[in-house]
């Protein structure tokens, strides 16, 4: 799936330019992406494209808790991880999500979005690199870019550098 969703994303500037989701179907398939794939990824898509639509980027998100989202969410408040996103993301993307927000460049309300489409892909424990391309998905879905040093961080691979 997640080969699917690079393609979507160096094919296609920004989510409201990307095709419908059937004609986008019927081009991932001309491309040779196996029809799971392909399914599996327009699943996502939309779940991402609906929580896009909920939600304003550095807004908290509602719930139905507290379903008025213009409250303004502390600076000094803190996401608690449920077990299961705990087991499903594991330490080291909940720390890069951390790192993120630390830098001020994730906002709560995409946070709450990685999260949401991060539980939703399937299979074991989602890996750094598979956590990176949805956090690039959700700037792509708001036609947002993150800056520069945050877009090398995303595409960069760790595997050769060297620690000072």
């Known amino acids: 799936m997640f080969e699917v969703l690079v393609f979507v994303y ?3 500037w920004r989510g409201d330019v990307c095709p419908e989701l059937p004609q986008l179907g019927r081009k991932l398939s001309a491309h040779g992406f196996d029809a799971d794939e392909i399914q599996d990824a327009l699943v996502w898509l939309d779940g ?7 939600i304003v980027p550095g807004d908290p998100p509602s719930t139905p ?8 969410q502390s600076s000094s408040s803190m ?3 449920s077990v299961a996103e705990q087991d499903h993301l594991g330490a080291q993307c909940l720390g890069f999500v951390s790192f993120l927000e630390s830098a001020s460049v ?13 539980m939703a892909a399937p299979g074991g424990p ?14 792509w879905s708001f036609g947002q870019e993150p800056d520069a040093l945050v877009l090398d961080e995303l595409c960069d691979v ?3 550098r060297l620690a000072h």
């Open 65 to 72: 808790s507290r379903p008025d989202a213009s409250e303004v």
């Open 106 to 118: 994730l906002p709560a309300g995409m946070r709450e979005i990685v999260i949401d489409r991060a």
């Open 10 to 12: 160096e094919h296609y």
């Open 48 to 54: 991402l494209s609906l929580a896009a639509q909920s």
């Open 158 to 160: 760790a595997d050769g």
């Open 79 to 81: 996401r608690v991880y």
């Open 126 to 139: 989602v890996s750094l690199d598979d956590l990176k391309i949805i956090i690039l998905m959700v700037y």
